[in-house]
């Protein structure tokens, strides 16, 4: 079972109804903020694009899987973290609209004079990662279905058993780039959320 199948967004049928929503959105956003709400979502079926300034976790694994999205299958670079707190958090998603043009959706939290952002049974699937990383008591080479130090393998990865992982007691990242498929987590705490939806690419970097 692959690794997407947790997510479900279909990116065509959202750039329509995009723009309407963002009220909506951002009535969400303000709950989020204000800590009334925990957030637990996937982004699935096109690539985004994610910086932090910095991030800590702890109960860190990592290891390889195949998404499963609408042009075939992709592999990636599973990162799970049991907790994590993220500084200066951006995401954001360009969509092509039909006749309209690309529709950019970007995301900011955590920023200046604002709590970090706090996530807990984090679970990212990348295809391309840049950061400055410490990593305390990390271990190379574990078998994904015998890792002891982070949330293990994702219940939709039971496919990866066996296969080659790192994990370590918790991790430190600082200036953080990564282009991803997906994003799970079992809460999401978004503090200083602002969302913006501007015409044309406006990404993270």
Same mark, same amino acid.
């Given at each position: 079972m692959e690794s997407l199948a947790r997510g479900g967004t279909r990116w065509k049928r959202f750039a329509v109804v995009m723009v *309407? !929503? /963002? =009220? =909506?959105t951002a009535a969400i956003g303000v709950a989020l903020s204000q800590g009334a709400l925990a957030a637990s979502f996937s982004v699935s079926g096109q690539q985004f694009k994610v910086t932090?300034?910095?991030? $800590?976790?702890?109960?860190f694994v990592q290891y390889g899987a195949l998404d499963s999205? %609408? &042009?075939? +299958? +992709? *592999?990636?670079?599973?990162?799970?973290m049991d907790s994590a707190k993220i500084r200066n958090l951006c995401q954001s998603v360009v969509v092509p609209v039909p006749v309209f043009g690309d529709v950019s959706m970007k995301l900011n939290a955590g920023g200046a004079g604002s709590p970090k952002v %706090? =996530?807990?049974k984090l679970y990212i699937d =990348? $295809? $391309?990662? !840049?950061? #400055?990383?410490?990593? +305390? #008591?990390? $271990?190379i080479g574990v078998s994904v279905d015998k890792t002891t130090k982070g949330p293990g393998p994702h219940k939709d990865d039971a496919y990866a058993k066996g296969s080659f992982s790192q994990q370590a007691d918790s991790v430190h990242f600082t200036d953080v780039k990564q282009r991803a498929w997906a994003t799970t987590a079992g809460t999401f705490k978004l503090s200083?959320?602002?969302? !913006? /939806? +501007? &015409?044309? &690419?406006?990404?993270?970097?």
């Open positions: *309407p !929503s /963002v =009220a =909506a932090a300034d910095q991030l $800590d976790g702890d109960g999205t %609408e &042009k075939g +299958k +992709k *592999p990636v670079t599973v990162v799970g %706090e =996530a807990k =990348a $295809d $391309d990662l !840049s950061t #400055n990383g410490t990593f +305390k #008591n990390i $271990d200083g959320l602002h969302m !913006s /939806v +501007k &015409k044309g &690419k406006h990404e993270c970097y």
